[in-house]
């Protein structure tokens, strides 16, 4: 590994990104080399923040500043070449999700930076959260086959769209529309607590008002199945049109079931008497310090500190993403498993 500490840059200065960089500030593992951001001022004042330069020019920031790691922050069609050029660098790189426009190129940068024993780890608050960890945990306290029907639902209706957004209506600028930039994070949960499906099935739905356009914009509404075995499915419900907003993650069990939200865990009996109900305190370890200290441990020991969540995670998720889309344009189910075996990925390691 490169000699700590080591020297961060940042691409597109989003909520996620400035949380990074303010523990990075406080952290002894780090310094801050540069910083870029389409908005001047802000740019301007997170550098006075910092005491580090702005850079108009993202191939001259990552260039010069010779970084240890990148952080990326902004959509994935204005900022695929600075990624591909800091992993050229040997940088680590941190993007917000998702991790590619398709599983295509998702799997062409974690491949890149596996073979270069580099990270590539993508930024998701959500995998850090304390319920999280306390949903899987009451998980695997069930029995097997005690669970067996998930219920995905994440709804967040969104007015029209300003000029600088309407990239989310172009599949070759967004890669996909409510299922895709809005239940990620969700799926991304669903996966680290049950692996990966077996077989997926989505049907799409546009607001657009005729076929023509429908067939060349993203997704307003997406409805899919997924399998996971013979007793356990999940459904999900994303859409930018339907309200009111929800987002949570809801699993069914023989006489129970169990919600996570953004800040709550509650068990229910089928009759919808709370058994018990978890709210979220303060944390006592920010997701942006836990994130950061299991990387620098990994580096420094892989062996005896694994990354959290295990590197192939972005892949699975990229893929199921990927199967989904698929079955949505062949109207029959997909496996994200054929995905992966055809990128060369297996069990054992990446490639």
Not at 59 to 66: A, G, K, L, N, Y
Not at 123 to 151: E, K
Not at 160 to 180: N, V
Request: hydrophobic share 40%.
């Amino acid at each position: 590994m490169s000699p700590l500490p080591l020297k961060v840059i940042a691409l597109g200065l989003t909520e996620p990104i400035q949380a990074l960089l303010e523990c990075v500030w406080h952290n002894e593992s780090f310094t801050i080399g540069g910083l870029s951001d389409p908005d001047v001022d802000r740019a301007g004042g997170a550098a006075r923040r910092y005491e580090c330069p702005t850079f108009d020019d993202v191939r001259q920031m990552i260039v010069q500043s010779q970084a240890d790691v990148l952080f990326v922050g902004l959509p994935v069609h204005l900022c695929a070449e600075a990624i591909q050029l800091a992993l050229e660098k040997q940088c680590h790189i941190f993007k917000t999700a998702p991790a590619g426009l398709n599983f295509e190129q998702a799997a062409q940068w974690i491949r890149q930076a596996a073979r270069q024993s580099r990270r590539f780890l993508l930024i998701q608050p959500s995998r850090f959260h304390p319920m999280l960890d306390q949903l899987r945990d009451l998980l695997d306290q069930a029995a097997v086959n005690f669970w067996h029907l998930i219920s995905l639902v994440c709804h967040i209706p969104q007015p029209p769209l300003e000029p600088d957004q309407r990239w989310l209506y172009d599949p070759a600028l967004s890669g996909g529309g409510a299922l895709f930039q809005n239940a990620y994070s969700l799926i991304d949960a669903l996966l680290l607590c049950f692996g990966l499906p077996q077989q997926v099935y989505m049907q799409t739905a546009s607001q657009a008002p005729d076929r023509q356009q429908r067939m060349n914009t993203t997704e307003d509404t997406a409805l899919a199945v997924m399998r996971f075995s013979d007793t356990l499915f999940a459904q999900i419900s994303a859409s930018r049109t339907l309200g009111p907003p929800r987002s949570h993650l809801r699993i069914h069990g023989k006489d129970r079931f169990v919600t996570l939200t953004a800040d709550e865990l509650t068990v229910c009996s089928h009759d919808g008497r709370a058994l018990e109900m978890m709210r979220v305190c303060e944390e006592p370890i920010p997701w942006a310090d836990r994130m950061l200290n299991n990387f620098i441990k990994n580096l420094e020991k892989p062996d005896q500190n694994p990354l959290f969540p295990p590197p192939e995670t972005d892949l699975k998720t990229m893929a199921v993403m990927e199967a989904a889309y698929l079955s949505s344009k062949t109207g029959m189910p997909e496996a994200p498993s054929r995905i992966l075996q055809l990128a060369g990925f297996n069990s054992d390691g990446f490639w």
